[in-house]
């Protein structure tokens, strides 16, 4: 199938759909582009993407089609709802879905496209916006093995790392276990990081001293949340980029939905989803900040200064 040229419909091309789509155009695929949004089209045919006006023409006759849309409102609005692109869907084609959603939307998905023998995979992604530019995301698949073994030449061409966790909605759960961890993670790390400043320390010597010890964690050592620690990261650039406090107070949502349907304790991650939730009704523009931001609820001086 993907010996010709492959031909992918790839809807959703927002922050991170944009450039995915791009790698894939760039790796020699035909890429059909749609978005409800024009703006988010803009400039893509320079590129060699066809831009389709509806999702039904942007998903005819291809081999593959891509979803990134935000949440499971929208995936279901698309194939299920309104919009019922899966009725419009060839068998022929296979469906990734790589939006970070309900688990139980995706296996809800999965048994409505096998009704139609359509071969479906969760993909959700791990890595942000540089990575979905760099084409190194890290793809969370559930789905069966041997689909994905078909869409490992769509999959490498935007990401370096395939995880297969499991059966339909198995990459979403992975998905949100990693993003429930992170967002306690970075909430402990600015958390310390403050405890530090306000007992006298410097944040760049805590952070070297921590890397080394046994508090090392991805989000101190890799995207400290204290500005000017790490000149690259969004904390030393205003808070801009990255990934949006928006995101991550959704994956914190489907966290506590999936806490709950499976009756599992989680008051760590209670905790990050209060802490959020308190970030943003400080101020409702943080919403679209990185979500390393979480540090203004504990060092409120750094706002005045910044
Ligand atoms: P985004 O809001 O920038 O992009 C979503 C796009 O989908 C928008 O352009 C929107 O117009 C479009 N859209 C919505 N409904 C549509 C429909 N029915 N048909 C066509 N287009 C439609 O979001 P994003 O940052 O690209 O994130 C997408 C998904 O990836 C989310 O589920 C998010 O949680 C996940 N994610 C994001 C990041 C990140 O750093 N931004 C990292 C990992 C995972």
Redesign the pocket.
């Known amino acids: 199938m993907t010996s010709v040229k492959a031909c992918v419909g790839f ?7 944009r450039p995915m789509a791009l790698n894939l155009a760039r790796g020699g695929m035909r890429v059909k582009a ?4 024009l703006e ?1 089209l803009s400039g893509l045919e320079s590129e060699g993407i066809q831009v389709m006006n509806h ?1 039904r023409a942007a998903v005819e006759g291809v081999d593959f089609v891509v979803s ?4 499971s409102a ?1 995936v279901e ?2 194939y299920l709802g309104e ?1 019922g692109l899966l009725e419009e869907i060839d068998p022929q084609s296979i469906v990734v879905d ?4 309900a688990p139980k939307t995706t296996r809800l998905l999965a048994a409505r496209a096998a009704q139609r023998n359509i071969r479906i995979l969760d993909a ?3 890595g ?2 540089a990575a979905a530019a760099d084409g190194t995301l890290t793809f969370i698949v559930g789905g069966s093995e041997q689909v994905l073994n078909a869409c490992r030449p769509l999959l490498k061409r935007m990401g370096s790392n395939i995880l297969h966790a499991g059966e339909a909605g198995a990459g979403q759960t992975a998905k949100i276990c990693n993003n429930m961890l992170l967002a306690v993670l970075m909430a402990g790390s600015a958390e310390v990081l403050q405890l530090g400043v306000a007992n006298g320390l410097d944040p760049v010597r805590l952070t070297e001293i921590i890397r080394v010890s046994s508090g090392n964690n991805w989000a101190l050592n890799l995207y400290n949340p204290y500005p000017g620690v790490m000149k690259d990261r969004p904390a030393s650039k205003g808070y801009e980029g ?3 406090v928006n ?1 991550m107070t ?2 914190l949502r489907l966290a506590m939905d999936l806490a709950e349907a499976s009756n599992c304790m989680t008051p760590m991650g209670e905790s990050a989803q209060n802490l959020y939730s308190e970030l943003k009704q400080t101020n409702e523009d943080y919403s679209h900040k990185d979500f390393s931001i979480i540090q203004y609820l504990y060092s409120p001086e750094l706002i005045s200064s910044s």
Do not use: R, W, Y
């Open positions: 809807i959703g091309l927002g922050k991170m759909g749609h978005d409800l949004n988010a999702a990134m849309l935000p949440d929208q609005a698309l919009e790589c939006s970070t959603i959700p992604v791990s942000g916006t990255g990934f949006m995101h959704k994956d």
